[in-house]
């Protein structure tokens, strides 16, 4: 029998309790064991309060300060840009960290194949890798939201013959292992027997698109926002059909009970729909990508090779001179006369950046066809605009509604930024701007107008033009750009499949 502790009561007067009884009635007592109990059942109710310290994964991330996302190396997902870390899902997961008010810090990973066992093994808090929600993967990792769709397509080169579907293919397919491609080839099979391909593990999605694009790989398959960025830099990739319906993409958290951080991202994720954040994430990352046109793209790759090196040196000067990227100020240049000093628009406006006569005596010029004049005057002209942008508006848009007030005038950009705030919109936010520009030039917009008609819908294609005509020029000018990946020669059909 285990020791017992005995506690006497004491009556409210000893008179009241004859003297030879006084220290014969039952006490209270307690069993140590019980006592262990209760201390036991009081430190867990601390822990379960926070008390004790965090239990669930969110309020171990709470405590450490810090949110590790485990993705890939691609212009859909995470890269260093020319301002530092971009990507959409760069963005969404720093947005992610901020909602959680933790830092983010990115674990890139090898290879596709590696990511969901780094979640699995609590490498990683969660993935956040443009990753399509399959069933098989859906056995191994919980599923956030959906935030965004993709078609897987099948590209070949133009040259070579487009082939109708699956069962039309002239050589092999190659995709990316461990990818939802890989999977969604293996499962079609079945069903296309003459189907052959293969996949790669050494490579990524935009690395098999450059394959196809130097011919070294007759086909492969990859989701249309991949498609549509890569067609920027490599025109003659296009697309013979979609190989099947849309599919959503989703954050993967690790498995089991715990739940924490999995029901934070749902609430994230509701909060930025609500708001319309995800909405310029996509616009930021996608929005100018969307309408290629292969003839320009094709003309633009040209003049790069064959004009741009003739005024890249007066570029790179009049940047220096304003603190401004020489190539926004190479691509606006491009946009306003394709880098031909002696260009003239029908309004009268001349030169490589299309200057009014107005504009360059205000600048203290006086030779709109001279290169060096017309590009320092662009520069210098589209800095004072920039400076009359609200200082809370931050970049990337602070930019783009600067092109887009170069092109149309600072009073109309203002005018559709008041009438977009009148309609509910972010005058703060391009992706809202550029829906209320275009009203400008219907009567019941525009004579509510302070500026009065406008052409709006021109600064909306000036911008998206700029956009990717400075990507573009990021890419060629990139030091990254002279390592391309080579054609491996044992490629695996049974590669594992996520």
Partial sequence: MPAQVFYPMRPASSKQIPASDRYSWKPDWIPTHRMARIALLALLALALT????????????????????????????????????????????????????VSLKIKVADSVSDILPMVIDGKADLAAAGLAMTKRRAKRVRFGPSYYQVTPELIYRVGTRRPKDLDDLDGHVEVVAGSSNAELLRRLKATHPKLAFRTNSEVDSDELLYL????????????????????????????????????????????????????????????????????????????????????????????????????????????????????????????????????????????????????????????????????????????????????????PDRTWLALAAYNIGFGHLEDARVLTARHGGDPDKWVDVKK?????????????????????????????????????LVWFTSPRRAAKPKPLPALSIDSPVL
């Avoid at 993705?71 to 947005?95: C, V, W």
């Avoid at 401004?324 to 006369?337: I, K």
């Avoid at 917009?445 to 819908?457: D, I, L, P, Q, T």
Wanted: proline share 7%; charged share 25%; with cysteine.
């Fill in 50 to 101: 926070g008390c004790g310290g965090p239990t669930t994964q969110l309020q171990r991330i709470e405590r450490s300060g810090e949110l590790t996302v485990v993705t890939r190396n691609g212009p859909t997902t995470y890269y260093e840009g020319p301002d530092g870390p971009a990507g959409f899902e760069y963005d969404l997961a720093k947005m992610f960290a901020d909602h959680l008010g």
């Fill in 212 to 395: 196809v694009y130097q011919q070294l790989v007759d086909y492969t398959v990859a989701d249309s926002n991949m498609v549509a960025i890569n067609q920027q830099y490599y025109p003659e990739l296009h697309v013979a059909f979609k190989v099947s319906p849309p599919r959503k993409l989703a954050w993967a958290f690790p498995p089991g009970r715990d739940d924490s951080l999995y029901q934070a991202a749902v609430r994230f994720f509701k909060e930025i729909r609500k708001d319309h954040r995800l909405e310029q994430a996509v616009e930021r990352n996608f929005g100018h990508v969307q309408d290629f046109d292969y003839v320009g793209t094709v003309r633009y790759i040209a003049h790069i090779h064959e004009r741009l090196p003739a005024y890249e040196p007066l570029f790179k000067e009049a940047a220096a001179k304003t603190g401004l990227d020489w190539r926004l100020l190479a691509a606006m240049g491009y946009q306003e006369s394709h880098w031909n000093p002696k260009a003239i628009s029908p309004t009268g406006v001349r030169g490589i950046m299309m200057l009014t006569r107005k504009t360059m005596a205000y600048l203290g010029l006086d030779n709109r066809v001279d290169p060096e004049q017309s590009i320092l005057g662009g520069a210098r002209y589209f800095d004072i605009i920039k400076n009359r942008i609200p200082e809370r508006i931050p970049e």
């Fill in 436 to 472: 209320y520009l275009p009203l400008l030039s219907q009567k019941k917009y525009y004579r509510h107008a302070v500026h009065g008609y406008a052409r709006g819908r021109e600064p909306v294609q000036y911008v998206e033009n700029i956009r990717s005509y400075y990507d573009i």
